[in-house]
């Protein structure tokens, strides 16, 4: 059984103080909850003071990017070994803004994987199509090309369970529009059918793949309850941290 996963993408949200103060309080409210494992994922300015203040507790901490050389003349960069002495267990890797915006591509996602990994960081490897691309019908050809150019290359067998695919629907982040739970599973369970055909039936089914865009507590449940979706990357709702306590508590896989 799939541990369920939920991470709170912060964004270029939140003080150094705000980020403290946060995780200061979140610890506590979520301590008893240790059948979903949780991280946030807070401005690389805040990295380190977060995860100081969540030592010794079952939550843990994430870059937002990174890049895939060890260091070197890259101004404005961060590496694996960076993120992991500031305290990151985990790195979200290819976010569709990093794509859009900052030009990403899947070969470059495929070297920041592979350079997570060999750092013993959890890469968070996020994949999803446009709006022009799921009304075109392209939707599992663009999931098909991203696992394959992005994740197969830098995936060995061996660090399948490591992995955590995020499908994110570009049109469902920041829009307010939620990918219906059908639509979720669909995509879901075509990711873990390209896992399976790359990586067998045991190492796909242990690989989570969860949603994100526009998770809020109202609809965590009807995602996270469909048979391929194992959790939630929460981008607007996680900066308040009751509504991202409920999003926790509404992913275990008990409640109803
Ligand atoms: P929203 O939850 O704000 O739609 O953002 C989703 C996201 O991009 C998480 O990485």
């Known amino acids: 059984m799939r541990i369920p996963f939920v991470a709170a993408n912060w964004k270029m949200f939140k003080t150094v103080q705000e980020a403290f103060l946060y995780a200061k309080e979140f610890a506590p409210v979520v301590k008893d909850i240790t059948d979903v494992e949780i991280v946030l994922a807070p401005p690389f300015t805040a990295l380190h003071t977060v995860a100081e203040a969540l030592r010794n507790t079952n939550v843990g901490v994430a870059g937002q990017n990174m890049h895939f050389e060890r260091e070197g003349a890259f101004t404005g ?29 899947d070969a470059t996602v495929a070297k920041k994987i592979a350079a997570a990994l060999s750092a013993d960081l959890v890469p968070i490897a996020c994949i999803g199509e446009t709006l022009a691309e799921r009304e075109r019908g392209d939707t599992l050809a663009v999931l098909d090309r991203q696992i394959h150019d992005g994740l197969a290359p830098a995936v060995d067998p061996a660090d399948v369970s490591k992995l955590v695919v995020a499908y994110e ?50 609809n965590t449940r009807e995602l996270v309850t469909q048979p391929d979706v194992d959790g939630a990357l929460v981008g607007g709702a996680s900066l308040d941290l009751n509504a991202f306590a409920e999003i926790v508590a509404r992913s275990r896989r008990d409640t109803v």
Request: proline letters at 3%.
């Open 169 to 218: 629907p570009v049109w469902a982040i920041g829009t307010g529009r939620t990918a219906t739970a059908e639509q979720a599973q669909e995509a879901h369970a075509h990711i873990r059918r390209r896992l399976r055909d790359q990586y067998g039936e045991e190492a796909a089914a242990t690989c989570r793949v969860i949603y994100g865009g526009s998770v809020k507590p109202a």
């Open 77 to 105: 960069e961060t590496s694996a070994g960076m993120l992991v002495e500031a305290g990151a267990g985990y790195v979200i890797i290819g976010h569709s803004e990093r794509r859009t915006l900052f030009g990403e591509t």
